[in-house]
């Protein structure tokens, strides 16, 4: 995914801007993760196990997702201290 560079320190908004960008992260993966399961339900008569298990591995995702973007930023940040 494509977040921006990293908030910049000078502006509120930006800042808030980025964190409010995070909170669709997991739902997205999520979504994307049963929309998928449910793609090869339909087409494997597998109803609803991939859909589950599309939904919790999207989850996992989004969090993982969410942990490396704020470790990049983090780094970022402390390097331009």
């Given at each position: 995914?494509?977040f921006?560079?990293?908030?910049?320190?000078?502006?509120?908004?930006?800042?808030?801007?980025?964190?409010?960008s995070?909170?669709?992260?997991?739902?997205?993966?999520?979504?994307?993760?049963?929309?998928?399961?449910?793609?090869?339900?339909?087409?494997?008569?597998?109803?609803?196990?991939?859909?589950?298990?599309g939904?919790?591995?999207?989850?996992?995702?989004?969090?993982?997702?969410?942990?490396?973007?704020?470790?990049?930023?983090?780094?970022?940040?402390?390097r331009?201290?």
């Amino acid at each position: 995914m494509v977040f921006p560079q990293k908030p910049n320190s000078g502006s509120i908004w930006a800042q808030a801007a980025f964190y409010s960008s995070l909170g669709f992260v997991i739902p997205g993966a999520v979504v994307g993760g049963v929309l998928l399961g449910w793609f090869l339900d339909q087409h494997l008569h597998t109803y609803p196990i991939l859909s589950i298990i599309g939904g919790i591995g999207g989850a996992i995702g989004g969090i993982v997702e969410i942990y490396q973007i704020l470790t990049r930023t983090e780094k970022r940040v402390d390097r331009d201290k």
